[in-house]
């Protein structure tokens, strides 16, 4: 089954990276998932100031505003998609994942299967 780590940061440090874990850690853990054959994808995403949100309103019409600028120390950091064959195993992913240190979250969520 299919399950997306979400993968939420706490804090960063004076070079942006999370606090608790080190590049290093990173890569080691990408080689794991990678070398485990259950990584389906994975993205990191750009920094939040990058992002644009985009609304439609009930008339149809489109909002589009840079941000969003969340009002909390966590925000969304990048995903892993991976193919596991439970909710356990993926739980025990997630907790080897360097953004579960230092403050930080991974969201665990099962991928909808809609049989296409």
Sequence with gaps: M?????INAATTDESGGAA????????????????????VSSESLADLVTATEVRVGADGRRTVTDG???????????FYVVDVPDLDVALDWAARCPGARGGGSVVVRPVADFGL
């Design 2 to 6: 299919k399950y997306m780590l979400l």
């Design 20 to 39: 608790g874990c080190e590049v290093e850690d990173w890569m080691a853990y990408d080689k794991e998932v990678r070398d485990a054959g259950i990584q």
């Design 68 to 78: 969003p600028y969340a009002e909390t120390r966590e925000i969304l950091g990048g």
